[in-house]
């Protein structure tokens, strides 16, 4: 690309660098703010797992060195709450991608009223993580809400109550509405995977005398994999580390049994103010989240070959 | 066959939008309900009285209408800014090579593993010196950083599907880079940046956790902070709070819906191969 150094009387060496520099231009400001907001702020709170910081005991902060991660090792509740995000997890996600890409799959193809359709179907996502947590709760109340009936009509209940009273069940009170919170999001970014197949593709698999099911098998899946590990990976993220929604359903109750990762970490910090310990949970956490984008991210590139 | 088949699909059609919307549904259902009915016939399907009282109060007796206005003002400000902020970065991702492009694709990545209780304390540690705690620039800020990843990537993949020819046709035309971007790809990525503005709309609306720690004041409060204290309050008032429900969902609903469609293109045009 020719650029023109006389224009402004620069030389020609200073006009190679301000063009070297003008990407940073752009990125600059965006990269500050998250840089200063989200960095710093993870540095100084991988740092205080490594203290003893308990809010109503000043005079006794200090470096403690790994001591907050040995005592989550022995920590019941830790293992409980570790066991619960991932069921949390597993069940949301899972579901989520199930219903997202059956929605995908009914969007692509163009029928009378879709675009109403579509945009009645998105409208969960619109609605605030809290407000659907509320919106859930009620749901499930027997006393407001038809829902526990049904239940207990078809037989997922024995007689209709609040399973967010049920320490067996409340768990699946939030994830119910994590399910119906994040279908369309897995729709929406499935059906632009799918939108994104060339269609000569699918005139060669039926020149070739491809079934539907086996130009779905052997197109589509192929071209969704990648935006759907993506999409997994992202979502999985967030799900494992929101804890809006229980916070809001059952607060981790009763009796702790709802309680996952994020929620225990709120806990640590604002009920027992220790921060120290809090911080450790988090980190394992994030740890955790971390190791598993790596192995999805290596399993999506062994696919991609 | 055929008859079967689409009757079928129709019927899983109608089963979506059912699971979609019920409990949509419910929501009004019960903030159209008068109180003194609504334990009584709390279970059938439409109440035989219905009332907007609830949302009477609602708007003209409780504090919510300046709920609303401070999520509306926080909501739209991250929207414009994080808009803005996230333009630059997916231009630049897109459209230039440069010395540490990949570590901050990485970083940025990275940044949506953090879990959110984790940074909160040392946030508000960060930001209290600053004077920005209990104020709605503070909020804005915060959720500006933490919605600014994600959009910049959709900014990316939006900018991704504009030809890199057509800012350099304009720049051999005698535009500066700059005067491309603006006069000639921002124009044409309007639906991208639609989307990315209404995205981020919708996410900051639904903020709970910042909005709580680092909001006190009666005055400043959002919709999320106001409503949770609705259930905190001695005995909940269903109705009411159901309302107030109600009339937070209306502008994200509204955004959302004006924008889905350009967000399934969006992707469509660039994230794949990213």
Redesign the interface.
Known sequence: ?ATDPSRSGRSPHRARRMR?A??????A???A??A???????V???S?SFQNYVIFRPASRGWSGLENYVELWTDRTFWHALGNTVKWTFWSVLFQIG?GL??AL?LDKP?WGR?V????????????????G???Q??FN?????LP?WLAFVGILDAPRNILSDPDLALYGPITAMI?WG??FFA??L???L??VPSDLYEAASIDGASAWQSFRYVTVP?LL??MT?TIL?RT??VA????LI??MTEGGPAGMSQT??NY??TS?YSSMN?GY??AL??V??VM??IY?ILLLWVRGRLGQ | MKIVASASLWLVRLAYLVFALFPLFWLLRIALTPDQILYREGTTLWPSVTTFENFRFVIEESPFPTYFLNTVIVSLGTAAIVTVLATGIGYAFSRFRFRGKTPLMVFLVITQLFPIVMVITPLYQLLAPLGLIDTRIGLIVVFTAFNLPFAAFLMHSFFEGIPGELEQAAMIDGCTRFQALIRIILPLMLPGVGATLGFVFTAAWSELLFSLMLISSEAKKTFAVGLLGFVGRSGVDWGQMMAAATLALIPPAIFFTAIQKYLVGGLTAGAIKG
């Open positions: 690309m070297s003008e990407p940073y231009f752009y990125l400001p965006g990269i703010i998250v200063l907001v989200m960095l710093v702020p993870l100084v709170g991988v205080f219903l059956g929605l009914i029928f675009p359709f579509q945009s009645l179907v998105f409208l969960p996502w619109a609605v605030p993580t809290f407000l659907s509320l919106n859930w009620w749901l027997p006393i407001v809400s038809p009936s119906w279908v369309p929406i970014t059906l632009a995977a939108r994104s071209f990648p935006m993506i992202l993220v967030w580390n929101s804890p809006e916070f809001v990762l994020p970490v709120f910090a921060f809090a911080s988090a980190s956490l994030m989240l971390v984008s």
